[in-house]
């Protein structure tokens, strides 16, 4: 089987007739008659029947067809990135995977902002913990961003070691509970587990058989009457703020993304959420992923800036009102 067969049998089916096809490719009926005769005699299927109409393709021929078209469509692309006719620059190539970040986001936003390559392929990808470590492992990504607490590390840091992936830590940040605005909880200094009860807990959802060390919460929350799963952070924050709902985790907001409609709450008596990025033990990052680590420590700084003055002008809100109330 070769290209060139697979052409003549494309072509036909456009054409309708094998007569109008030969025309068309400027070759002789004889030729491709007998180039395709040959390569129904190889396969062992008939791919049309003739008529004086033209042909009528069989249903073997159909399936082979669809087949013969994706192989011709696979094989232009090929010719368009490694042909004589290609920009011989290769594009520039970055990409990270992380869990839920909007600071990773930020980070890859800053990037792409100040990529000056002519040719780029760069690419971002939210998921759970467990893909992201796959993700580097399987180099489908340049670096993963993900979080350890002092109850999740040890399992975690044994599968980053048992594949030769190093943490490095980035901030340590005090863990939080997102909701609304409007929460009864949203303008208490903290919070404790005891705070939470009866309201509805929203998370995201894992793959079945991932352990529970992998979520994106906070581990170790008492399991709620009301739960709420969900695949994705818009849906997420759509839940939050217009609930009464929450959930936890690191707590960070960035200010050019935050909702103004969620805000988080520091979590009290709890250890701390240490973000941080993953990469292959040893070897040295590459620019565009050193780049990209530099400008995502910058990022998570901002965002830790932006939470705690967000965090303090709440609580303020919450004493005035006591004040208020106690006048």
Same mark, same amino acid.
Request: glycine content about 6%; hydrophobic content about 40%; aromatic content about 8%.
């Given at each position: 089987?070769?290209?060139?067969?697979?052409?003549?049998?494309?072509?036909?089916?456009?054409?309708?007739?094998?007569?109008?096809?030969? %025309?068309?490719?400027?070759?002789?009926?004889?030729?491709?008659?007998?180039?395709?005769?040959?390569?129904?005699?190889?396969?062992?299927? %008939?791919?049309? @029947?003739? *008529?004086? #109409?033209?042909?009528?393709?069989?249903?073997?021929?159909?399936?082979?067809?669809?087949?013969?078209?994706?192989?011709?469509? %696979? =094989?232009?692309?090929?010719?368009?990135?490694?042909?004589?006719? @290609?920009?011989? &620059?290769?594009?520039?190539?970055?990409?990270? &995977?992380?869990?839920?970040?909007?600071?990773?986001?930020?980070?890859?936003?800053?990037?792409? %902002? #100040?990529?000056e390559d002519h040719r780029f392929r760069f690419s971002l990808r939210e998921?759970?913990?467990?893909? !992201?470590?796959?993700? /580097?492992?399987?180099?489908?990504?340049?670096?993963? !961003?993900?979080?350890?607490?002092?109850?999740?590390?040890? +399992? +975690?840091?044994?599968?980053?070691?048992?594949?030769?992936?190093?943490?490095?830590e980035t901030a340590a940040v005090t863990p939080c509970v997102y909701v609304?605005?409007?929460?009864?909880?949203?303008?208490?200094?903290?919070?404790?587990?005891?705070?939470?009860?009866?309201?509805?807990?929203? *998370?995201?959802?894992?793959?079945?058989?991932?352990?529970?060390?992998?979520?994106?919460?906070?581990?170790?929350?008492?399991?709620?009457?009301?739960?709420?799963?969900?695949?994705?952070?818009?849906?997420?924050? &759509?839940?939050?703020?217009?609930?009464?709902?929450?959930?936890?985790?690191?707590?960070?907001?960035?200010?050019?993304?935050? &909702?103004?409609?969620?805000?988080?709450?520091?979590?009290?008596? =709890?250890?701390?959420?240490?973000?941080?990025? +993953?990469?292959?033990?040893?070897?040295?990052?590459?620019? @565009?992923?050193?780049?990209?680590?530099?400008?995502?420590?910058?990022?998570?700084?901002?965002? /830790?800036?932006f939470t705690e003055r967000m965090h303090r002008s709440l609580a303020g809100?919450?004493?005035?009102?006591?004040?208020?109330?106690? #006048?």
């Amino acid at each position: 089987m070769t290209f060139q067969q697979l052409t003549y049998v494309a072509e036909i089916s456009k054409c309708g007739s094998i007569n109008k096809a030969a %025309q068309r490719l400027h070759l002789s009926q004889s030729g491709i008659s007998a180039a395709v005769r040959e390569l129904e005699e190889e396969l062992g299927i %008939q791919f049309f @029947r003739r *008529s004086n #109409r033209g042909v009528e393709f069989t249903p073997e021929g159909k399936e082979f067809l669809g087949y013969a078209l994706s192989l011709l469509e %696979q =094989k232009r692309r090929i010719e368009g990135l490694y042909g004589p006719g @290609r920009d011989r &620059s290769a594009p520039a190539r970055f990409s990270v &995977s992380t869990q839920r970040y909007p600071f990773t986001e930020e980070a890859f936003l800053r990037l792409l %902002q #100040r990529a000056e390559d002519h040719r780029f392929r760069f690419s971002l990808r939210e998921t759970g913990m467990d893909a !992201v470590i796959d993700d /580097v492992y399987d180099h489908r990504a340049d670096v993963g !961003v993900i979080f350890l607490t002092d109850l999740t590390e040890k +399992i +975690i840091r044994r599968l980053l070691d048992a594949r030769e992936l190093a943490f490095h830590e980035t901030a340590a940040v005090t863990p939080c509970v997102y909701v609304r605005r409007e929460h009864p909880l949203a303008e208490r200094a903290a919070v404790t587990e005891a705070d939470l009860e009866g309201y509805p807990y929203v *998370s995201f959802q894992q793959a079945q058989g991932v352990a529970a060390d992998f979520s994106e919460e906070y581990p170790s929350m008492r399991r709620p009457d009301r739960w709420i799963h969900v695949n994705n952070r818009a849906t997420m924050m &759509s839940v939050l703020a217009r609930t009464d709902a929450f959930t936890t985790g690191s707590g960070l907001l960035v200010e050019s993304f935050i &909702s103004q409609a969620v805000v988080t709450v520091p979590l009290a008596d =709890k250890s701390p959420v240490r973000i941080g990025w +993953i990469a292959p033990r040893g070897g040295r990052l590459a620019p @565009r992923a050193a780049q990209f680590v530099a400008l995502l420590e910058a990022a998570v700084a901002d965002a /830790v800036d932006f939470t705690e003055r967000m965090h303090r002008s709440l609580a303020g809100q919450g004493g005035e009102q006591e004040e208020t109330e106690c #006048r």
